[in-house]
């Protein structure tokens, strides 16, 4: 009973689509502009950066509240059921049709709290491509990479070495199309500024 009731807590707060809400909040479907995604990325490109900045806190204490429920109830286990359903949830909302975001921002809750030592670092590498580059995509990507690398150097236990597989692959494999870009320079960047263009993840 307990792992249902994680699986079902962690999907449904994962689900809740932020970045959607905030597009209705300023009248418009986000879906419909940018690159279509629900992300943090996209709502900054659409709607600015302090809508986007409260989607990415929001998103990312999904993740963070669905890992922290999962292990105050059965542990390490639990808690990256938790992670997994609210990733999950996030990736392919109901409430959507199953269409969400790409899970950078609520894998970042999670791995904050699993590891806040991998999570700092992992926040480094993702300012300094994003700021260096300007492409968002590639600081997720290799930010997902470098929390894999770094559970696995660090010996965490099976659970959280399972979720890291997991979750890497799942943002990295979402990224797919952003990935087809960059190999072809087609990729955008980001600005601050707010428009409609292609390339947003989240």
């Known amino acids: 009973m307990e792992w249902f009731k994680v699986g079902i807590f962690g999907y449904l707060l994962g689900a809740i689509p932020f970045g959607y809400l905030a597009g209705k909040m ?43 429920y ?19 949830g996030h990736t392919w909302p109901f409430a959507l049709r199953f269409k969400g975001g790409r899970g950078v921002a609520t894998g970042f809750g999670i791995i904050l709290f699993f590891s806040y030592k991998i999570t700092l670092i992992a926040l480094l590498i993702w300012l300094s491509i994003v700021y260096l580059t300007r492409y968002v995509s590639l600081g997720s990507i290799t930010s997902a990479a ?53 390339g947003g993840e989240g």
Not at 35 to 62: E, Q, Y
Not at 162 to 176: C, D, M, Q, W
Request: no cysteine; proline share 2%.
């Open 146 to 198: 470098f929390v894999l690398a770094a559970m696995i150097l660090t010996s965490k236990s099976l659970p959280y070495l399972i979720f890291s597989i997991v979750g890497a692959t799942l943002v990295i494999v979402r990224h797919y199309e952003n990935i087809k870009r960059l190999l072809k320079g087609q990729e955008n960047k980001i600005s601050f500024k707010v428009s409609a263009t292609k």
């Open 70 to 88: 999962g292990y105050a109830i059965g542990g390490e286990s639990l808690a990256v059921l938790g992670a997994l359903a609210a990733m999950s």
């Open 26 to 68: 300023s009248k418009i479907d986000i879906r419909e502009h940018g690159s279509g995604n629900i992300g943090f990325t996209n709502v900054m490109r659409v709607l600015g950066i302090k809508p986007a900045a409260v989607v990415l806190f929001l998103d990312a204490a999904k993740g963070y509240i669905s890992a922290w």
